[in-house]
């Protein structure tokens, strides 16, 4: 009975405190439409068990877009792609920090520098660095960033530098990688993420969802992602550009996208989801489900190449939830 296996995992996840196996989320997600609410029920009630009440708020920047050399599928910004963009050059760092002060007084506590390419190059990082220094001296701001992968120095460099999470999602799950890039592995990836734990910053790491993976192929990067054990998980969903080769992929339906949000919370009881790229035109109105399904954070305003939500909407809708907004530790 499926009201017997909802009893079963609310009290092995909330009195227990033990995690969800494979099989049972497996389950989970295989559950007919009539229990869709019976779902986000259980991932409300976890998220409650775990994490405080509320929605952290983050912001990012393209500080350097275009001209990347890796074929990602998913990505504009992939020179093996025929999209058409505006690419620029590393933004100066005293562009960054306005555009951090700006991000500040939005309401964010987090600012996220972003690079395109496979990895930072000397100048590149130079920037960054200098970048930081500035946003950590004159604003409150925590500061993350997303270079790409990263060698042990640099990690070490920027964890100096007072950069407190780095952003590296893995994407999709291992066997589904391949499909998806084949310029560089999955293991690439690992080796990054690992460095950026090792060296003392909070890892930032998720994956994009509606990209031809399976249902079993979202729970493997779940569980994938358990392992590794990041303090934010990215929940993006694809909005297929034009150019790419997931240009003709369809939408996920809202729904869809919602069990994604609360799986991930049943499965990652202890991180923080972030709700990001593809959340507007996958969600649309739904938007506001996905607080009640386990998300509590949002990345607000743009992404990297296609326009967001203002954050005057953002704190509107939270508002309406009767969320308060959280400050990054």
Same mark, same amino acid.
């Given at each position: 009975?499926? #009201?017997?296996?909802?009893?079963?995992?609310?009290?092995?996840?909330?009195?227990? #405190?033990?995690?969800?196996?494979?099989?049972?989320?497996?389950? +989970?997600?295989?559950?007919?439409?009539?229990?869709?609410?019976?779902?986000?029920?259980?991932?409300?009630?976890?998220?409650?068990?775990?994490?405080?009440?509320?929605?952290?708020?983050?912001?990012?920047?393209?500080?350097? =877009?275009?001209?990347?050399?890796?074929?990602?599928?998913?990505?504009?910004?992939?020179?093996?792609?025929? !999209?058409?963009?505006?690419?620029?050059?590393?933004?100066?760092?005293?562009?960054?920090?306005?555009?951090?002060?700006?991000?500040?007084?939005?309401?964010?506590?987090?600012?996220?520098?972003? !690079?395109? %390419?496979?990895?930072?190059?000397?100048?590149?990082?130079?920037?960054?660095?200098?970048?930081?220094?500035?946003?950590?001296? /004159?604003?409150?701001?925590?500061?993350?960033?997303?270079?790409?992968?990263?060698?042990?120095?640099?990690?070490? +460099?920027?964890?100096?530098?007072?950069?407190?999470?780095?952003?590296?999602?893995?994407?999709?799950?291992?066997?589904?990688?391949?499909?998806?890039? =084949? =310029?560089?592995?999955?293991?690439?990836?690992?080796?990054?993420?690992?460095?950026?734990?090792?060296?003392?910053?909070?890892?930032?790491?998720?994956?994009?969802?509606?990209?031809?993976?399976?249902?079993?192929?979202?729970?493997?990067?779940?569980?994938?992602?358990?392992?590794? /054990?990041? /303090?934010?998980?990215? $929940?993006?969903?694809?909005?297929?550009?034009?150019? =790419?080769?997931?240009?003709?992929?369809?939408?996920?339906?809202?729904?869809?996208? $919602?069990?994604?949000?609360?799986?991930?919370?049943?499965?990652?009881?202890?991180?923080?989801?972030?709700?990001? %790229?593809?959340?507007?035109?996958?969600?649309?109105?739904?938007?506001?489900?996905?607080?009640?399904?386990?998300?509590?954070?949002?990345? !607000?305003?743009?992404?990297?190449?296609?326009?967001?939500?203002?954050?005057?909407?953002?704190?509107?809708?939270?508002?309406?939830?009767? +969320?308060?907004?959280?400050?990054?530790?």
């Amino acid at each position: 009975m499926v #009201e017997d296996l909802l009893q079963h995992l609310k009290e092995k996840l909330i009195a227990d #405190e033990k995690p969800l196996s494979f099989d049972e989320a497996r389950e +989970l997600a295989l559950l007919e439409e009539q229990y869709f609410l019976d779902l986000v029920s259980l991932s409300y009630k976890v998220t409650a068990k775990y994490k405080n009440k509320g929605v952290y708020l983050c912001s990012i920047i393209s500080a350097r =877009t275009g001209a990347c050399s890796e074929n990602c599928s998913f990505c504009v910004q992939s020179a093996h792609n025929k !999209t058409p963009i505006s690419s620029h050059l590393m933004i100066d760092p005293q562009s960054l920090l306005k555009s951090a002060k700006e991000t500040e007084g939005s309401g964010a506590s987090e600012f996220c520098i972003v !690079t395109s %390419g496979k990895r930072p190059d000397k100048k590149i990082f130079r920037n960054v660095l200098d970048a930081v220094y500035l946003i950590r001296s /004159n604003t409150n701001l925590s500061v993350g960033c997303s270079l790409g992968i990263l060698t042990e120095e640099q990690a070490r +460099l920027l964890s100096k530098a007072g950069v407190n999470r780095y952003n590296h999602n893995l994407e999709t799950s291992r066997s589904f990688f391949p499909y998806i890039c =084949t =310029t560089h592995t999955y293991e690439d990836r690992l080796r990054t993420a690992y460095l950026v734990k090792e060296n003392g910053m909070e890892l930032c790491c998720g994956g994009i969802f509606g990209m031809g993976e399976s249902l079993e192929q979202r729970l493997e990067l779940a569980f994938e992602l358990r392992e590794l /054990n990041p /303090n934010l998980v990215p $929940i993006n969903f694809l909005n297929p550009r034009p150019g =790419t080769t997931l240009a003709k992929r369809p939408l996920l339906t809202p729904f869809e996208a $919602i069990k994604i949000i609360a799986l991930f919370r049943l499965i990652l009881p202890r991180s923080i989801l972030i709700c990001a %790229g593809g959340r507007e035109v996958v969600l649309r109105n739904l938007q506001p489900l996905a607080f009640l399904a386990g998300a509590n954070a949002l990345i !607000t305003g743009n992404y990297l190449t296609t326009p967001g939500r203002s954050s005057r909407e953002d704190l509107q809708m939270i508002e309406d939830l009767e +969320l308060p907004v959280l400050d990054y530790d």
